[in-house]
């Protein structure tokens, strides 16, 4: 049995879109032992809950000492959802990290946000349960990655 480590400040991850908590582990291993990684996984194959990202997020944070230092660390998709949690919860983290996040596109170019949102559209008309396998698949498969 190993030893229990006092943790003094706890730090909150949230992958991009189809991203999984153990995509941290590196990070984790390179952090001193006083500090906590805490993962969260979006998305579960064995969940078949209702909440919303958010409320996921909120929900792990709720498992946790709430006197624990916290810092939200998100990537991507993951870091998109960190802003609005912090437009909704401004002091629910002492700090917050965004990597590779926008907030998404000025006013001035609507007919590109236009296109993506079309584009978002098609991409959930893909994701159901009958079909994940292969959306996941071609998720990964896109130029971009």
Do not use: C
């Not at 984790?28 to 979006?42: E, N, T």
């Not at 000492?65 to 991507?76: A, V």
């Not at 965004?98 to 959930?124: H, I, K, M, N």
């Amino acid at each position: 049995m190993g030893s229990v480590v006092s943790r003094d400040l706890l730090v909150f991850t949230v992958s991009g879109f189809l991203g999984q908590a153990s995509d941290w582990l590196e990070v984790q291993k390179k952090l001193k032992p006083s500090i906590g990684v805490q993962g969260i996984d979006l998305f579960s194959r064995t969940s078949s809950d209702n909440l919303t990202f958010i409320d996921k997020i909120l929900s792990e944070v709720r498992k946790h000492d709430l006197s624990l230092r916290k810092i939200f660390l998100g990537y991507s998709f993951g870091g998109r959802l960190g802003l609005k949690l912090l437009a909704q919860n401004p002091n629910l983290f002492e700090r917050w990290v965004f990597v590779s996040t926008g907030a998404g596109l000025p006013d001035a170019a609507s007919a590109e946000r236009s296109q993506r949102l079309e584009s978002d559209r098609e991409w959930a008309r893909k994701i159901t349960p009958q079909n994940w396998s292969q959306f996941v698949i071609d998720w990964n498969a896109q130029s971009i990655f």
